[in-house]
């Protein structure tokens, strides 16, 4: 699936440059030094961090493998230049290619999500997230936001986070019966509060968000609506999830999870907002942008705008349903009874009360399955230890495997908890997780 993306032109383009021009000019202070030859102890590590993405089997729902295009962009000359200011409209000289590129990103992102605006400078998710609280709102204002501990994102109001430093937080949870958010209850709560803006998105909630009755609730108290979709961007691109586009005031994503772009983010709003976001982000917030970062956002959307994206997508869910069910059949509860998405929680409690979430995803890391540890709705234990870990099907999925590898990593994860305390059975697992990863490689032909 990876492989099948055509490579960008630019390296050889690149490399060219960097050989005719460079070599005569700055050799002697290492211009032209390969990462490999100059510095080969980051190389090692760099190259280690390769070996583990391959041999092991990531089932971080905000993680996925950028493609070997998307890494190219990254890696260009335009790391080299600053172009403070939006496209056209710089205070560099110079930056025609940077307007060309921005434009292309910020019209391929329009058409991909039928935005009427879209800023493709944020760093990342939580730099997009403070500039729209800072452009649409004012210090001491009231936002109605999730919990942490149920699915939130520290942007969304964790008290150490500048969200809950300059920002009155409300926050709404799932119910303590159905483990889903009432939207009732979330109505009720925005009556009391009257904030000034609702958020509507998650980090850890397995079940889909139906926008149009969360834009009833912000019309109800007169309140912005704003959708942080970074979890689940890819599948709304897709056209798997509910779009919250046409509902929703400002809309913000990550570019690098479920959408399997570089790092980084993107904030989507109405027309009469553009004005007031644009100037937030520079120069409110940031300096130049990342015009590498930005190149290979372009790049990720014009993959997301193929046509079998919207198939990974619906595999990305049906890998989802498929490990979900057969966790369920090995005994396992999981919050809400399963998912609609990308991602599931495994309530550990339901084996033994004995297990916190950082001792299993360990246990599962010796065994060479990478998951993480995460608070269940209504958790006894602190974020640090955790009742829960967390699991999702982006990275696995884009290694091209399907519902069959599914019941054998729920089997796999399944044998890693309960026989947990046996080594013999931990190097077993370790074996079949290597097999089954040199049966999906990545990257097939990438060398640092
Ligand atoms: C990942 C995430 C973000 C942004 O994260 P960064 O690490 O700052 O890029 C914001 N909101 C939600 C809901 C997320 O899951």
Request: aromatic share 8%; proline share 5%.
């Amino acid at each position: 699936m990876l492989q099948s993306v055509p490579l960008s032109v630019i390296k050889p383009y690149y490399i060219q440059y960097a050989c005719l021009n460079t070599r005569k000019c700055y050799s002697e202070n290492r211009m032209n030094s390969s990462l490999q030859e100059f510095d080969p102890q980051v190389f090692e590590i760099a190259n280690e961090d390769l070996i583990r993405q391959q041999d092991t089997l990531t089932l971080i729902p905000s993680e996925n493998y950028a493609s070997k295009a998307v890494m190219q962009a990254q890696a260009t000359v335009l790391a080299n230049k600053y172009a403070e200011g939006y496209p056209y409209q710089r205070y560099y000289n110079g930056c025609l290619p940077c307007d060309k590129i921005e434009a292309l990103a910020i019209e391929r992102a329009k058409a991909l999500f039928n935005a009427e605006h879209v800023n493709v400078q944020p760093h990342a998710g939580t730099q997009a997230n403070m500039a729209i609280y800072q452009a649409l709102l004012k210090p001491g204002d009231t936002i109605l936001s999730m919990k942490l501990d149920h699915g939130g994102h520290l942007s969304h109001g964790l008290p150490q986070n500048f969200s809950g430093y300059y920002y009155n937080i409300i926050h709404y949870g799932v119910s303590p019966d159905t483990e889903l958010i009432d939207l009732d209850y979330v109505a009720d709560l925005a009556k009391e509060h009257q904030p000034e803006m609702v958020v509507v998105g998650a980090s850890a909630y397995p079940r889909l968000l139906d926008f149009s009755e969360w834009r009833k609730i912000a019309d109800s108290v007169d309140a912005y609506l704003f959708a942080d979709i970074s979890h689940i961007a890819g599948l709304v691109a897709g056209k798997v999830h509910p779009d919250p586009i046409p509902y929703s005031h400002v809309v913000s994503t990550t570019t690098h999870k479920t959408l399997r772009g570089p790092r980084g983010a993107i904030i989507m709003c109405k027309s009469e907002y553009a004005g007031d976001i644009d100037r937030t982000v520079f120069p409110g917030l940031q300096g130049g942008p990342f015009m590498h970062a930005i190149l290979a956002r372009a790049v990720a959307f014009k993959e997301a705008l193929q046509p079998g994206f919207g198939e990974y997508q619906a595999q990305i869910i049906r890998n989802a349903k498929t490990l979900a069910d057969q966790l369920m059949k090995n005994g396992f509860r999981l919050v809400s009874g399963g998912t609609d998405n990308h991602l599931m929680l495994i309530d550990l409690t339901s084996i033994t009360d004995k297990l916190s979430g950082r001792q299993a995803a360990n246990y599962l890391e010796e065994a060479g399955i990478t998951v993480n540890k995460n608070t269940i709705p209504f958790d006894k234990r602190s974020a640090n230890s955790t009742s829960g870990i967390r699991l999702g099907t982006p990275m696995i999925t884009s290694r091209g495997m399907k519902e069959t590898e599914m019941i054998v990593i729920a089997d796999l994860i399944s044998e890693a908890i309960k026989q947990r305390k046996k080594a013999s059975s931990r190097k077993r697992i370790r074996e079949k997780v290597r097999e089954l990863c040199q049966a999906f490689p990545i990257y097939e032909d990438l060398n640092l």
